[in-house]
């Protein structure tokens, strides 16, 4: 348990009134702090590396603070899939109990290799910058409808370059004389669009201009089972170049005194790369030298003379020595440094020049987003000030060390890191097999905290692997303790961020730390600025359940229907309902529901004459900004093909079963240019006429109703008592009129005759836009006089809806090999062998679980995770073998 942590002040010299000014800021500071709760997210994933059409088993954590205690500020945890284009593919709500919940994502047949980001977040953190919402990497392989592998390069003829992409089949065959569509992306725009042919090898080139070069280009073709197929190539990732900065420490150089300067070596890919950098004087002789690690992070030791001129060369094998512009050297002004290396103190320090020494005090505040637990003050009359504190009061993770001046302005700001071992829960894992063998029942027994906790009660999860099916990086990549104490304060892309919290050399991992935090940006809090004069007010609330929310206007009109009477009906039972009054802007809101994802509702208005001429228009909420990020990767399915082939293996083992659905054979057409007879107000996200298929209003004037012209017409449709259904996924597809969702069974009261067009979306390159609503595809609608041709149809005051609701996880299924169970499998070739949620101790700490090996031997990997009720958090690693 965190130790009760205590507010240092120290005043060497000051008035009684100046003493009460700092101590009122620092409280002020305080209730800033209490009113911005810092909520942070956790989530703990059965694995890292996964293929289309597999399950992503996870346990999601909300912590408060620097102190990590379970949150109870939100009650419902939004949950996102972004793909390698920066699309919500995928996206499930989770409610929460005491800060924990869990859920399952099924990865869609359709989804395109690459790296993907698993996003989490609530609706208070939306209050804050999307730097700080929860992201994990996720490698994805697609061996279902892709069937094919790349292997890229960067080529040259001798005068020109060229991305050069080889594509074979997965047994290994090239695929010749295959057409590539090719779109070159900067961000949601295309820059460029055109045409190649595969050779008799397979290998297509992409010519290298200043429009394409280190952008994302996304391939489309048709495999040799004539299924469509999407690939985004990361060209930065290729044939990445470096660029090096020079961040001195406190943001200046001051000349004769040792200042220290931070190195950031980065390639084009976001990655870091080792570098050496040297400092020349005008004799060109070496006067300074500093390394980078292999993270591409280092610092160097600098006494610059006041005449003397400088320069800074850096060396990165294969590539020639670059010159970096020398920073800023000052005669007159100040300089900081801080030492966090000693075990239990640290020491910062300020250097003045002769010319601004004063009696005018400085201030040194420890502190997180303004929660203060240390200050000091000094007197500014001496070239060398130099300040210390004890850690053991300090607790464990991003702090930052910000110097004031007599105002209260910062000087200087700098982050720390500090890592307390007290603040960790102990986690004890023992497997009470000497030999396990294959198919064998393993139990597995934890012993949670120390008897000197004041509490062991915690809620952990565990999950269970087979390294011989998977290239583990599981080390590096996020965990609970890089999460709650590293990246959620910290901006921008942090690269292998599980490695500082390692076991091995953690010396040497708490000095890599604190050379990440003097490169990298973090939470920061504006001192210069007085807290009672912050708005407080927040434009996202702390939800405790679901809400939905919307207007009711006057019949088609613009104008607001004030106070009416709107009520929220549930379509699974009609006397279910609740209401509530429209505001005088016309305004509703129903708040902290729950209800199950997809649950169909209708809302009813009627305004304060008791009338229906209402119209009723829904809030869609905008999607927090998706940003851009390093570290993608290309060629998955040739990095990862021997895993790919195993889980093909497997899945036929589940398809036999029942547990998984079969893919749909069948050839699908791909229409990639815009076609003209689609109007201009089409609500097409991906833009009017883009679409898989399209169908005009000259092809529907001899039916009656539209799923009568439709049914057999839409390839990979069917239809089913009027509603049409995706054959692959075999549920409804979302209509979309107008820009509006409407149920499926609407489709047959539409009027052919106030058609224009309809777009059906069944790819992942037209649905991926429309995050969840497009799971199973879509049929847009547009009518030949926009919104308006709805009225003839739509009845007033009333609007039914298909709502996004709460996920239910799925039950993760465990064979038994137990004699007369039916729970097994003939061929079992499991990579996730247990996963196990919600992991209880009892009160002395003891907690198990039980589960049966494979039919492959090989190494069992062990990954137990979670927070104590009195929030410490822990983390376990455990490989076990598994033999014949």
């Not at 290729?238 to 005194?257: F, T, V, W």
């Not at 679409?691 to 057999?712: F, M, P, R």
């Not at 009027?751 to 609503?773: H, K, Q």
């Not at 039916?822 to 949620?837: A, G, K, S």
Request: hydrophobic share 35%; proline share 4%; aromatic share 8%.
């Amino acid at each position: 348990m965190l130790k009760k942590l205590c507010l240092c002040i120290s005043i060497l010299w000051i008035g009684s009134l100046q003493a009460q000014t700092i101590e009122d800021r620092i409280s002020a500071s305080k209730e800033y702090y209490a009113s911005n709760q810092q909520e942070k997210i956790y989530i703990h994933t059965d694995r890292q590396q996964y293929t289309a059409g597999e399950i992503v088993w996870y346990k999601t954590y909300n912590t408060i603070g620097i102190s990590n205690m379970l949150s109870i500020l939100s009650g419902v945890n939004y949950v996102e899939l972004i793909d390698p284009k920066n699309r919500i593919v995928a996206d499930q709500r989770v409610q929460l109990g005491l800060g924990l919940g869990a859920g399952s994502l099924t990865l869609a047949d359709t989804l395109i290799e690459g790296t993907y980001r698993l996003r989490a977040y609530t609706n208070w953190m939306r209050n804050f910058s999307p730097d700080f919402f929860f992201e994990k990497t996720l490698q994805i392989t697609n061996g279902r409808t892709d069937n094919t592998v790349t292997r890229t390069s960067l080529r040259s003829d001798g005068k020109d370059s060229f991305v050069g992409v080889q594509l074979n089949t997965l047994s290994g065959d090239p695929l010749p004389k295959t057409t590539v569509r090719y779109e070159v992306l900067d961000g949601d725009k295309t820059l460029q669009k055109g045409s190649e042919r595969t050779d008799e090898q397979g290998l297509v080139l992409i010519k290298v201009t200043d429009k394409n070069k280190d952008k994302d280009i996304q391939l489309s073709y048709t495999n040799l089972d004539e299924r469509p197929v999407v690939k985004v190539i990361h060209t930065a990732s290729i044939k990445p170049q470096s660029n090096i900065q020079l961040l001195p420490e406190g943001g200046r150089i001051l000349a004769g005194i040792i200042n220290n300067i931070g190195i950031k070596a980065i390639r084009s890919d976001g990655l870091g790369v080792q570098a050496k950098v040297e400092i020349l004087d005008t004799k060109q002789e070496i006067v300074g030298v500093g390394e980078t690690n292999l993270l591409g992070m280092g610092t160097m030791a600098f006494l610059p003379l006041e005449d003397e001129n400088y320069t800074f060369r850096a060396h990165i094998d294969g590539e020639e020595p670059q010159q970096i512009p020398t920073p800023v050297i000052s005669s007159s002004g100040m300089s900081f440094m801080v030492n966090n290396q000693h075990p239990t103190k640290l020491f910062a320090q300020i250097s003045i020049s002769e010319d601004l020494l004063s009696e005018e005090p400085a201030y040194l505040v420890l502190h997180h987003f303004g929660n203060t637990y240390y200050a000091s003050r000094q007197k500014m009359n001496r070239k060398n000030l130099v300040f210390s504190a004890d850690k053991e009061m300090l607790p464990s993770g991003v702090l930052t060390v910000s110097v004031l001046d007599a105002s209260f302005k910062p000087l200087f700001e700098r982050p720390i890191f500090i890592m307390q071992p007290d603040d960790c829960m102990t986690i004890a894992v023992s497997v009470p097999n000497s030999k396990i063998g294959l198919r064998e029942n393993v139990t597995i027994n934890a012993l949670i905290g120390a008897q000197t906790d004041t509490t062991r009660l915690a809620s952990l999860s565990a999950s269970v692997v087979n390294l011989s099916r998977l290239k583990d990086t599981a080390d590096l990549q996020t965990n609970i303790y890089s999460s709650l104490l590293l990246e959620a304060d910290l901006k921008g892309y942090i690269e292998s961020p599980g490695y500082y919290f390692s076991p091995e050399n953690q010396a040497e991992k708490l000095a890599d730390l604190d050379k990440l935090l003097l490169t990298q940006g973090w939470r920061k809090f504006d001192w210069s600025v007085e807290p009672q004069s912050l708005d407080t007010t927040k434009t996202f609330e702390a939800e405790e359940g679901l809400s939905i929310s919307g207007f009711t206007k006057k019949l088609g009109r613009k104008a607001p229907a004030p106070l009416s009477e709107v009520q929220l009906i549930s379509t699974d039972n009609y006397t279910d309902f609740i209401d509530t009054l429209s505001s005088e802007e016309g305004f509703f809101r129903f708040s902290d529901l729950l209800f199950p994802d997809s649950a169909k509702f209708l809302i009813s208005a009627k305004d304060q004459k008791g009338k229906n001429n209402i119209d009723i228009t829904l809030n869609v909420p905008e999607t927090p900004e998706i940003q851009t990020t390093a570290g993608a990767q290309n060629d998955l399915n040739t990095l990862y093909l021997e895993e790919l082939l195993a889980s093909k293996q497997f899945f036929r083992e589940l398809e036999s079963k029942g547990l998984m659905p079969n893919t749909i054979d069948i050839a699908e057409v791909v229409v990639s240019r815009k076609v003209e007879k689609v109007p201009e107000h089409s609500r097409n996200l991906n833009g009017p006429g883009n679409a898989d298929q399209i169908i005009t209003w000259e092809e529907l004037q001899n039916y009656a109703t539209i799923d009568i012209a439709l049914n057999g017409r839409l390839l990979g449709v069917y239809f089913q008592g009027g509603i049409p259904y995706n054959t692959r996924s075999r549920s409804p597809m979302q209509i979309v009129l107008d820009g509006m969702y409407v149920e499926p069974d609407m489709l047959s009261t539409i009027p052919v005759m106030d058609i224009a067009s309809i777009e059906v979306l069944r790819n992942i390159n037209y649905t991926s836009i429309y995050g969840s609503f497009g799971g199973n595809g879509l049929i847009v609608i547009t009518t030949k006089i926009g919104s308006e041709g709805r009225m003839n149809y739509v009845p007033k005051g009333i609007l039914s809806f298909t709502a996004k609701g709460i996920s239910s996880a799925k039950e993760f299924y465990r064979p038994r090999y137990e004699v007369e169970s039916d729970r097994t499998f003939t061929n079992d070739l499991r990579t996730t062998i247990h996963w196990e949620p919600f992991l209880t101790p009892d009160e002395n700490g003891k907690a198990s679980f039980e589960f049966y090996t494979s039919d492959e031997p090989g190494i069992y990997r062990i990954i137990m995770e979670g927070v104590g009720l009195n929030g410490k958090i822990g983390r376990k690693v455990l490989d076990m073998h598994v033999g014949k």
